[in-house]
């Protein structure tokens, strides 16, 4: 059984740029979200989804910023017009949503993004 | 407004010695659920605890144990004979129990664990 996994792990780009991370959830996790940690900080919510369907959206998550989850299994994060702010890990992390059972959320490994 | 404080940035020990790592969280929900996450140098966030609202008893887990008391709104965790390995960044957190679809993270204690 494997965990979360996210692809780039790393990844420096040019402000101006846009890029695109990847997290491919536990199998059969119907729940996945995205979360940003900056330096010296704890992880913060930015998305989730249930299946295919993107349920809540931080006001962190800026226009710039675009989550998909298409075919309710991998998701992928885009990011417009990258600013030197939005440097930082961006974790993944996925959950089974069960009727009466509490949705315990395993975190992927994160892509560390450097906007330079 | 749900918020969680770990007062401790940084931690340093000897190994061997026992360490306790402070939360204390803000909540107006009336259930809620507490967890703590290790991030180790890897980066990857490992869940070690969750602990409901309803449920104050003390639970120890090998050398790991946790205080969860209502009454001061904390939630400490302690290593009895840190080891090396437990070098890390700890994470206390907190979610609705209701609409548990956000986890509220603290900052992190940096905890050293020197051989």
């Known amino acids: 059984d494997t965990g979360v996994s996210q692809n780039p792990r790393h990844k420096i780009t040019k402000r101006g740029q846009n890029v695109t991370f990847r997290c491919d959830p536990i199998?059969?996790?119907?729940?996945l979200y995205w979360y940003r940690q900056t330096l010296g900080q704890g992880p913060e919510f930015l998305t989730y989804?249930?299946?295919?369907?993107?349920?809540?959206k931080s006001r962190l998550l800026s226009d710039r910023f675009s989550a998909e989850r298409p075919k309710g299994s991998f998701s992928t994060l885009e990011i417009q017009r990258t600013e030197q702010g939005d440097s930082a890990m961006y974790l993944c992390?996925?959950?089974?949503?069960?009727?009466?059972?509490?949705?315990?959320?395993?975190f992927g490994p994160g892509t560390r993004l450097l906007v330079l | 407004a749900q918020k969680v404080t770990q007062a401790q940035t940084e931690i340093s020990v000897v190994e061997k010695e026992d360490v306790t790592l402070d939360c204390v969280y803000e909540?107006?929900?009336?259930?809620?659920?507490l967890f703590w996450y290790k991030q180790p140098p890897s980066g990857e966030l490992v869940f070690l605890i969750r602990?409901?609202?309803?449920?104050?008893q003390n639970e120890i887990s090998g050398r790991y144990s946790w205080n969860f008391q209502k009454s001061t709104s904390s939630f400490n965790f302690t290593i009895t004979a840190s080891q090396v390995v437990d070098s890390a960044v700890y994470f206390c957190?907190?979610?609705?129990?209701?609409?548990?679809?956000?986890?509220?993270f603290g900052k992190g204690t940096r905890l050293h664990i020197l051989p």
């Open positions: 992390a996925s959950s089974l949503v069960a009727s009466g059972s509490f949705k315990t959320q395993y």
């Open positions: 199998s059969e996790h119907n729940r």
């Open positions: 989804f249930q299946n295919e369907a993107q349920l809540e």
């Open positions: 909540t107006r929900d009336t259930t809620y659920y």
């Open positions: 602990r409901n609202s309803f449920d104050e």
């Open positions: 957190a907190l979610s609705d129990m209701n609409r548990d679809d956000k986890i509220i």
